[in-house]
């Protein structure tokens, strides 16, 4: 999990409200992502974003937002809007300047989230 | 559209013997293949990877992979299992066209001592 940082560890959300989950990096990744791991699912992309001030909608970016403000953070915002969202979230990050491909992703240690 | 199939969601295997998780993929262009690990309530780890050249791949803690473009088959290998083995797998592809990897559903894999 080296270079990646998320934060907290554990979050509890009541029904209604609006969390941001944390994740930095210095590995000075350019390109940074958010998924989501239900069991049996797999890893489900939130969203993405390949450089400072862009990101691009995954494949389930209803009920979330994200920023890109500074190049090592990109923090996930879980809205109300969001019908379930208990889950395992994972941010990662990779050196894609260029639009190399073959660089692999790094992944911080996830944050699980609870709505109670 | 890139995908990604893992066809076994469990695999048991005896510590000592060679164990093998499959993994199919599909992509409109040459592929980009990655095998990870994750142990519980973890991030993923980086094991390997098949960008282009060899198609015997070798990656971290004696884990291998064979790339086969006839069949679009990536499977993951390791010649003796560890009970340390035991842990979440999956198997992700990317085309290399500027495109967020795609991964599999995961392969749960428990070594038996």
Not at chain 1, 79 to 102: H, R, V
Not at chain 2, 13 to 29: F, H, I, Q
Not at chain 2, 42 to 61: A, C, E, H, P
Request: hydrophobic share 30%; proline share 5%.
């Amino acid at each position: 999990d080296g270079g990646i940082t998320q934060s907290p560890k554990y979050l509890f959300r009541k029904e209604g409200q609006n969390v941001t989950l944390s994740c930095e990096q210095n590995l000075n990744h350019d390109a940074m992502y958010w998924y989501r791991q239900d069991p049996g699912q797999g890893l489900r992309l939130i969203y993405y974003s390949q450089i400072v001030n862009d990101f691009q909608k995954g494949d389930i970016a209803e009920g979330y937002s994200v920023s890109r403000e500074k190049k090592e953070s990109f923090p996930l915002t879980v809205t109300s809007a969001q019908k379930n969202p208990t889950a395992f979230y994972l941010c990662a990050s990779s050196n894609e300047l260029g639009g190399l491909a073959g660089h692999e992703q790094f992944f911080g240690p996830g944050t699980r989230l609870t709505v109670l | 559209a890139q995908s990604v199939a893992q066809p076994e969601d469990q695999v048991n295997v005896a510590e000592g013997n060679p164990l093998t998780v499959k993994c199919t993929y599909s992509v409109s262009g040459n592929p980009y293949l990655f095998w990870y690990v994750q142990y519980p309530n973890r991030g993923l780890q980086f094991l390997l990877k098949y960008i282009t050249g060899d198609n015997l791949v070798k990656g971290s803690y004696g884990f291998e992979a064979e790339f086969n473009k006839s069949q679009t088959s990536f499977h993951l290998k390791k010649p003796s299992a560890l009970v340390s083995d035991s842990a979440l797998y999956f198997c992700a592809v990317r085309d290399g066209r500027n495109t967020p990897l795609v991964f599999g559903k995961g392969t749960r894999l428990s070594v038996i001592a």
